[in-house]
């Protein structure tokens, strides 16, 4: 095993090394996907392994090295080549290292779990606000589920900003004539709690997703932002077509559930799907293939 997912083993081997005489690392995360997590964990000889015993399932591939693992109460040997799994919750640990042992780690990070473990968010991950605008108070939507969208848009908002973190404000300009999205109708506007902010960057899209037809993605890149945090209308279209393509194009992508909100719909058949049915089914069908689902109270607290 010399290559993986595009990464030389030996190069990595190597940074892991110069990183360790800089100093203390352990481990080196070197992929990290939104259902996978890949890092090289080395124990010099004589070390002993300092992590606790993980809320997901690992396995561990040896890549050079000798020692002992415990697990769930039995000690067994491991040496290169060694591939070893390890369920969640089960204790473990390295021992025992008879020289300097060098494995691969791969696991689904805990905060693409369904349980609510805390996040890890980065210092530029971007709240990216999806047509929080006032036409979508227009009763001919229908009836909208999650009345308290609002605001938790707006303590998310507030967050952001104390905390420093980028923002962009996407900004709906329908091209359809009845439409209260027209740029030249009131509804336009952004709802108060979603004010933009001087250098706030505003993204002006004619189609469900705010990456085609913007330079969304070219911005992004640009300010080396690689994660997402999705809130805003509505749950099924913008929001949906935005996390898809985002999650496509390579950005770690949140969508916070209790910020985002949708109308009642219906069907093909004349059958009429209340707005929490959509919003479910939507947030379902994103959860684990195109983003991770979460709610601000978690995200909120990454932010701390």
């Known amino acids: ?4 997912a595009g990464y030389e083993l030996a190069e990595l081997l190597r ?5 360790r005489q800089h100093g203390s690392q352990h481990y080196l995360e070197f992929l990290r996907h939104p259902a996978l997590s890949v890092g090289l964990y080395t124990i010099p000889a004589q070390g002993h392994d300092p992590q606790q015993p993980h809320t997901e399932d690992e396995v561990y591939y040896v890549v050079r090295g000798a020692g002992m693992l415990y697990v769930d109460g039995k000690d067994r040997p491991v040496q290169a080549g060694s591939l070893v799994y390890v369920a969640a919750g089960v204790e473990h640990r390295f021992h025992s290292i008879t020289e300097e042992l060098s494995t691969l780690v791969f696991f689904a990070p805990a905060e693409y779990t369904n349980a609510p473990h805390a996040l890890h968010l980065p210092a530029n991950a971007a709240l990216l606000l999806i047509d929080v ?4 108070d227009e009763p001919m939507w229908g009836q909208r589920n ?4 609002e605001q938790v848009i707006a303590n998310l908002l507030t967050a952001w900003r104390t905390t420093q973190r980028p923002v962009f404000h996407v900004q709906h300009c329908s091209t359809e004539l009845a439409s209260p ?3 030249d109708r009131p509804g336009h506007a952004f709802k108060p709690e979603a004010q933009p902010r001087a250098g706030e960057p505003i993204i002006q899209k004619q189609v469900n997703s705010a990456f085609i037809g913007t330079d969304l993605e070219a911005m992004l890149r640009q ?3 690689d994660t997402l945090v999705m809130v805003g209308l509505t749950t099924n279209h913008c929001v949906s077509t935005t996390a898809r393509m985002a999650g496509n ?3 770690t992508t949140y969508i916070v559930a209790d910020a985002v909100a949708t109308f009642d719909r219906l069907g093909h058949d004349g059958q009429h799907h209340p ?8 947030l379902a069908s994103l959860h684990l293939e195109f983003a991770m689902v979460v709610q601000a109270a978690q995200v909120l607290a990454a932010l701390r």
């Open 1 to 4: 095993m010399t290559r993986i």
């Open 15 to 19: 940074q892991q090394a110069t990183e």
């Open 133 to 136: 605008q006032q036409g979508f």
């Open 146 to 149: 999650n009345p308290q969208m």
């Open 181 to 183: 999205l027209r740029p």
């Open 223 to 225: 300010r080396g932002i």
């Open 249 to 251: 194009l390579g950005f």
């Open 275 to 282: 707005a929490a049915t959509i919003h479910a089914t939507a």
